[in-house]
């Protein structure tokens, strides 16, 4: 027998369970006091800095960060049912979204002490937000590729460079960013890369809006024009930027917000064959099979880097399939829907989203091409 | 001419927004050129072409992005006048069709045109009326593409007065809307595909033009083939309305044919180029949206993608095996043997 | 051990041919080792294993193309005869549903069982009757893997003389059987994806293994990715069974999940599998279409991937908007807020 | 406006309508006769001499081939209705197919006056039956490594090797063989290859079965063991093997053979939702919809070959679109079945065949992933 690609399923606990119930009471009653209205691709398009700050008060932000850090201490499933959670509620979790699920858990394995106290207290009250800092115009998939430079001063580094698609730099307050700490070597394009903690407010940043298709602005094009960042502000040490932003992406590959951004959708298409609006069709039933079962590959990726076992090639996977079911799901119901304009009707305003974010879905973050030459690798196959 | 036009029109438009608005200036253009009432009988003020004509003005247009009504003012608007014996005096009109309370939603261009030409059901008789702007209400709205696109009130005692039009006139509306949203779908379709090729040859990943990868190949051979198939389609339905002004009984299994290879090309087109141009293609000022978004209004227009199907599911399974044949080949399945 | 033994019928077993019959060895070693009645309680003569062990020996013996009935005589004719408090003596059984006048089709390994396990549905009662071969009217035939699949003509009387049995026992049956056949499909995938590695390794065109071209990796990319969603929703629904003994009230939907993914992966497994294999893989001494060829059975078997969609389908507009997710995870609905 | 890839759309002729009426009403009188039962991919898997020969009679079989040697000089417009009307009846055409198809017109192009006169009549009245000997064991979708060698010798050529994949060869009469002249050059691979018109009765021919996995015999190995071909059995000249049956792959690519192998069962899964034997479903529309559109692109296609117009690229789409949608027609009345083993439902039987023939579709005559990059060089791709 194969071994398996996927990690074995896990069984949700009882006290995960609960956990849910917990978040999801407060989320109804969110929605029912008008703290916001659901919507698809939150964790992209909604920011609210009130909302986050509400779930650290909760206990529902800095999840695995440790208590000695300010955070909760808790488990990454009990963090994957919240996240699960606030996704499939179409909750505004966009502000947090990068310091959750990225930026503590690296700052955690790689950062100093000193940086640890400075971030991780505040990342868990929902008072610092961070961005991340890797592609660049040329770049795309091949991050490699990076052109931004940092020269070595007194006391520091110096940054000159252009990052782009950075979600939310304009209201964040710091951000990740990877540049070349020594030139381009052909034979070695993995190193000589560094990361740096760059304050966003700091002389010589300048951020300017990348507005999407949908007139919306949540990317932006960062400019560094020879920004200094202190050494205490290099993340680890010189020269591992690209083992950190690959591991980085790792965790950001297999989460429920790579199967549910569409998934208010899918549940208004529901609703929306029981009261007639949309006919009654099998593939509807398809797509939740496939959320179902996609949610339960995703959960059992989560346990297994719980317990550190190896599971990039299931992560990449879950991937994949993942936003690809979120794309199929907004043409899915597109194809399902005569054109009506109707301000009122909540399945078009969310149908509407769903197709102007869908591009996104299987581009960000690796594009689907890439990821199944990551798979092709894991098997085996070059 | 047609070529010129939009080639021009393109080097000189406004950058790409998340709104549109109709271009009047291009649109004055056209009429200077006949070109606005281009399947319109000369008899009644047009230029006399066929659906062959129209249809590469609506597949031309689409592929320049240009707000203009071309199939609302001539293909629709003008045609139900010429059927209701009704006088057109070449102002901008668009058309719909109200509901028994007189209200039409989804109406695009409503709030340019001088008049609103109704097609209405009233107790099974069609009526056509000509309702100046200023005897309707208008709400405006924006559809997924960012094109005007409002709702309209009537007054019930306009779409009375209208003139009854035969049944057929009815049928034939939702016909021929179809197939030209299906001729605009194809021609945006067949702009993205140089876009996609254009894009691929120059961006470099990895070293190479990212149009050396097999994965980015198959995925715009994908594209080429999908838009191939769906113009084939339209052209078929487009050359029977031409050789047969519609008359064609074929001409509802021909449309439908279109209508749905139309909108399920659209599914992979609009996803593989996205896919092919990355991030840059998801920005505003990218010309992409201008033809993706269109071509996913456009699809949903006059029939979703699966009312077209189970109609084609509807005709073909009460043609059965015997008749499925002559179904396909002239859009009649003829009597049971 | 499971392992061993499969391994063990691979490098002994007969080639690969168009029809496949019962091995009787292969079946007797497994009577040795208590895995013909691995599902089937202690008490009742069986090993006491759970739906975990159970699926597994599915999974696996599925993986080998072994023809044996494990599914038929352990899964559900054992289980059918220990909730109707029926003896077993251990002799190869088959199970079927005959339709009210006693007639089954579609019955694998009919002509191999020493008795034929019916479920009978006769005026709001189900019963289960246990009845020997030579009572019933056994018409061979074959299925498209080229399995024994005969249709059985029942004595009325033997059926009317079953015992009855609850009704959760028949709508179980058709939920056992659709888990054994997701099971039975997922484990033939995953030794697909072996096969195609290895070939895809070896095989060379155009100077290099065709494994290093990327539209390759894309194929077999799928095929993995698809075979382990199946085998995720599988897994929970098996996972499921086993804690609650299938008293959970969210196993319909559970197996629907399975039965579903499944299916919808066998499409892309079989097409993909082939079509890396290239010519050589549609062979009769290949042994892959040992693996396609029953795919494509089991995923039909115990309602079409249609039906399970459409199950899934009234499922979730039922459940509706506030009520899906609860659905998705724990598989029941909940009540309405 | 970018050059469509597919030429324009060509309106059927009254007398084409004509030519299918006379085609269907003979099919409609054999299958009422019991002459042959509708079957599934009939032109590999369907063999009738019978049937070719009055198909002969009836002058429906070579029909490009001018009526000096025996032929019906028809158009190839013409052959395609005819060629439509017998797939779609499901007739038994695998005796004359690779003849009508590629042989004769091959002969007609690239053949010496003697060799037209030799076997193109023979081939008209349906007396004469070919093969295709291109593929090699370790050939697959790279003909240009073919291994069969021919050598010189006194008065003609003596072939060595193996060539698989030849479907009737065991019912043949003669096939076209393509062999190396001389070796290898990798610098120059499709040089040197020649094609020669083998006696499958001579000395030295042992013909063996490879059965499919449905069980059934179409295919075979040809073993030439030193093969004696006189030098008037070579095709063309010497070294032009290469572009000889590029272009015979040309011709067989947007055939209707391409799009119609399983149209029988779509024709009769229409039958069945209308009887309820299976569940109504808008799929079925779509499948339809296809059909109908590649019938006219596959016609498109023929016709712009009967003006000598380029339409290589349209003819490779036309293949990768048609025999995808042979198999996803097979596919789909597939999830609509539940298993129910019946002898007498022809809808079984149809989709069993169907299912067993279907990786076939997609690999013979070129496979989709090498098509795909045809399409992609003719867009300028590489």
Same mark, same amino acid.
């Given at each position: 027998?194969?071994?398996?690609?996927?990690?074995?399923?896990?069984?949700?606990?009882?006290?995960?369970?609960?956990?849910?119930?917990?978040?999801?009471?407060?989320?109804? +009653?969110? &929605?029912?006091?008008?703290?916001?209205?659901?919507?698809? !691709?939150?964790?992209?398009?909604?920011?609210?800095?009130?909302?986050?700050?509400?779930?650290?008060?909760?206990?529902?932000?800095?999840?695995?960060?440790?208590?000695?850090?300010?955070?909760?201490?808790?488990?990454?499933?009990?963090?994957?049912?919240?996240?699960?959670?606030?996704?499939?509620?179409?909750?505004?979790?966009?502000?947090?979204?990068?310091?959750?699920?990225?930026?503590?858990?690296?700052?955690?394995?790689?950062?100093?002490?000193?940086?640890?106290?400075?971030?991780?207290?505040?990342?868990?009250?929902?008072?610092? &937000?961070?961005?991340?800092?890797?592609? =660049?115009?040329?770049?795309?998939?091949?991050?490699?590729?990076?052109?931004?430079?940092? =020269?070595?001063?007194?006391?520091?580094?110096?940054?000159?460079?252009?990052?782009?698609?950075?979600?939310?730099?304009?209201?964040?307050?710091?951000?990740?960013?990877?540049?070349?700490?020594?030139?381009?070597?052909?034979?070695?394009?993995?190193?000589?890369?560094?990361?740096?903690?760059?304050?966003?407010?700091?002389?010589?940043?300048?951020?300017?809006?990348?507005?999407?298709?949908?007139?919306?602005?949540?990317?932006? =094009?960062? %400019?560094?024009?020879?920004?200094?960042?202190?050494?205490?502000?290099?993340?680890?040490?010189?020269?591992?930027?690209?083992?950190?932003?690959?591991?980085?992406?790792?965790?950001?590959?297999?989460?429920?917000?790579?199967?549910?951004?569409?998934?208010?959708?899918?549940? =208004?298409?529901?609703?929306?064959?029981?009261?007639?609006?949309?006919?009654?069709?099998?593939?509807?039933?398809?797509?939740?099979?496939?959320?179902?079962?996609? %949610?339960?590959?995703?959960?059992?990726?989560?346990?297994?880097?719980?317990?550190?076992?190896?599971?990039?090639?299931?992560?990449?996977?879950?991937?994949?399939? +993942?936003?690809?079911?979120?794309?199929?799901?907004?043409?899915?119901? !597109?194809?399902?829907?005569?054109?009506?304009?109707?301000? !009122?009707?909540?399945?078009?305003?969310?149908?509407?989203?769903?197709?102007?974010?869908?591009?996104?879905?299987?581009?960000?973050?690796?594009?689907?091409?890439?990821?199944?030459?990551?798979?092709?690798?894991?098997? +085996?196959?070059? | 001419?047609?070529?010129?036009?939009?080639?021009?029109?393109?080097?000189?438009?406004?950058?790409?927004?998340?709104? *549109?608005?109709?271009?009047?200036?291009?649109?004055?253009?056209?009429?200077?050129?006949?070109?606005?009432?281009?399947?319109?009988?000369?008899?009644?003020?047009?230029?006399?072409? /066929?659906?062959?004509?129209?249809?590469?003005?609506?597949?031309?247009?689409?592929?320049?992005?240009?707000? @203009?009504?071309?199939?609302?003012?001539?293909?629709?608007?003008?045609?139900?006048?010429?059927?209701?014996?009704?006088?057109?005096?070449?102002?901008?009109?668009?058309?719909?069709?109200?509901?028994?309370?007189?209200?039409? @939603?989804?109406?695009?261009?409503?709030?340019?045109?001088?008049? *609103?030409?109704?097609?209405?059901?009233?107790?099974?008789?069609?009526?056509?009326?000509?309702?100046?702007?200023?005897?309707?209400?208008?709400?405006?709205?924006?559809?997924?593409?960012?094109?005007?696109?409002?709702?309209?009130?009537?007054?019930?005692?306009?779409?009375?007065?209208?003139?009854?039009?035969?049944?057929? #006139?009815?049928?034939?509306?939702?016909?021929?809307?179809?197939?030209?949203?299906?001729?605009? *779908?194809?021609?945006?379709?067949?702009?993205?595909?140089?876009?996609?090729?254009?894009?691929?040859?120059?961006?470099?990943?990895?070293?190479?033009? #990212?149009?050396?990868?097999?994965?980015?190949?198959?995925? #715009?051979?994908?594209?080429?083939?999908?838009?191939?198939?769906?113009?084939?389609?339209?052209?078929?339905?487009?050359?029977?309305?031409?050789?047969?002004?519609?008359?064609?009984?074929?001409?509802?299994?021909?449309?439908?044919?279109?209508?749905?290879?139309?909108?399920?090309?659209?599914?992979?087109?609009?996803?593989?180029?996205?896919?092919?141009?990355?991030? #840059?293609? /998801?920005?505003?000022?990218?010309?992409?949206?201008?033809?993706?978004?269109? @071509?996913?209004?456009?699809?949903?227009?006059?029939?979703?993608?699966?009312?077209?199907?189970?109609?084609?599911?509807?005709?073909?399974?009460?043609?059965?095996?015997?008749?499925?044949?002559?179904?396909? /080949?002239?859009?009649?399945?003829?009597?049971?043997?």
């Amino acid at each position: 027998m194969p071994r398996p690609l996927v990690p074995p399923v896990v069984r949700e606990q009882a006290a995960l369970t609960e956990l849910r119930r917990e978040v999801r009471a407060f989320l109804v +009653g969110q &929605v029912r006091d008008g703290a916001f209205v659901p919507h698809v !691709d939150t964790w992209l398009t909604r920011w609210d800095r009130d909302f986050t700050r509400e779930l650290a008060r909760r206990g529902w932000l800095g999840m695995v960060i440790p208590t000695a850090y300010g955070g909760q201490g808790r488990t990454y499933l009990e963090r994957f049912v919240v996240t699960e959670e606030l996704l499939v509620a179409g909750a505004p979790v966009a502000a947090h979204w990068v310091a959750e699920r990225q930026i503590g858990p690296s700052l955690l394995r790689y950062g100093t002490e000193e940086q640890k106290q400075a971030f991780l207290p505040a990342i868990s009250r929902g008072e610092l &937000v961070f961005g991340i800092g890797m592609s =660049e115009p040329d770049s795309g998939s091949d991050l490699a590729s990076v052109r931004t430079r940092a =020269e070595r001063v007194e006391g520091g580094w110096r940054l000159t460079g252009t990052k782009v698609w950075t979600s939310g730099a304009h209201e964040a307050d710091a951000f990740f960013a990877l540049a070349r700490t020594s030139p381009l070597d052909p034979a070695h394009r993995h190193d000589g890369l560094s990361q740096f903690i760059v304050d966003l407010r700091a002389p010589g940043v300048d951020i300017r809006p990348i507005v999407s298709m949908s007139g919306d602005h949540h990317f932006n =094009e960062v %400019h560094l024009g020879g920004v200094l960042v202190p050494d205490d502000r290099v993340l680890g040490r010189i020269g591992d930027g690209w083992q950190q932003v690959t591991s980085e992406l790792g965790f950001e590959r297999s989460g429920p917000e790579r199967v549910l951004s569409t998934y208010p959708l899918l549940a =208004e298409a529901a609703s929306a064959m029981d009261d007639g609006r949309l006919p009654f069709d099998a593939g509807l039933g398809r797509h939740v099979a496939r959320v179902a079962a996609l %949610h339960q590959m995703s959960f059992s990726v989560s346990a297994a880097l719980e317990s550190h076992a190896d599971a990039d090639v299931a992560a990449a996977a879950v991937k994949v399939l +993942g936003t690809t079911e979120e794309g199929d799901i907004a043409d899915y119901v !597109d194809t399902l829907t005569a054109t009506g304009w109707d301000v !009122d009707d909540e399945l078009s305003t969310l149908l509407h989203a769903a197709l102007l974010q869908r591009p996104g879905f299987t581009l960000r973050g690796g594009t689907n091409e890439i990821l199944r030459g990551v798979i092709a690798r894991g098997l +085996g196959l070059r | 001419m047609l070529t010129d036009v939009f080639d021009r029109y393109r080097s000189e438009r406004p950058a790409p927004a998340a709104t *549109v608005d109709l271009d009047r200036a291009l649109w004055a253009r056209l009429e200077s050129l006949g070109l606005t009432r281009l399947s319109t009988p000369e008899a009644a003020g047009g230029s006399g072409g /066929t659906w062959l004509e129209a249809a590469a003005l609506l597949s031309i247009s689409a592929a320049a992005g240009a707000p @203009i009504p071309v199939a609302e003012h001539d293909v629709l608007a003008a045609w139900l006048l010429a059927a209701a014996g009704l006088p057109h005096d070449g102002d901008l009109r668009t058309v719909c069709r109200p509901d028994p309370s007189g209200v039409a @939603i989804n109406v695009t261009w409503a709030r340019d045109a001088s008049a *609103v030409v109704a097609l209405w059901e009233d107790r099974d008789e069609w009526r056509v009326a000509d309702v100046p702007v200023d005897r309707v209400v208008i709400t405006e709205g924006r559809n997924l593409a960012g094109e005007p696109c409002d709702t309209v009130e009537f007054d019930l005692d306009d779409l009375e007065e209208g003139t009854v039009v035969d049944h057929e #006139i009815g049928e034939q509306f939702h016909l021929r809307g179809a197939l030209a949203r299906s001729a605009q *779908v194809v021609g945006a379709m067949e702009r993205i595909l140089e876009i996609v090729l254009v894009h691929a040859g120059e961006r470099e990943q990895f070293g190479r033009p #990212i149009g050396r990868f097999q994965a980015v190949q198959h995925l #715009i051979a994908d594209i080429a083939m999908e838009t191939s198939l769906a113009r084939a389609a339209t052209d078929t339905a487009v050359a029977r309305a031409a050789a047969s002004d519609w008359r064609d009984p074929g001409m509802l299994f021909a449309v439908a044919v279109a209508k749905s290879c139309a909108g399920h090309a659209a599914s992979v087109v609009v996803r593989g180029s996205h896919q092919v141009l990355g991030a #840059i293609g /998801t920005t505003l000022e990218h010309e992409l949206h201008v033809l993706t978004r269109p @071509i996913l209004v456009r699809r949903s227009e006059f029939g979703s993608v699966h009312e077209w199907d189970e109609t084609l599911a509807t005709l073909a399974a009460s043609a059965g095996r015997d008749r499925l044949w002559s179904l396909i /080949t002239t859009g009649r399945a003829g009597s049971r043997r």
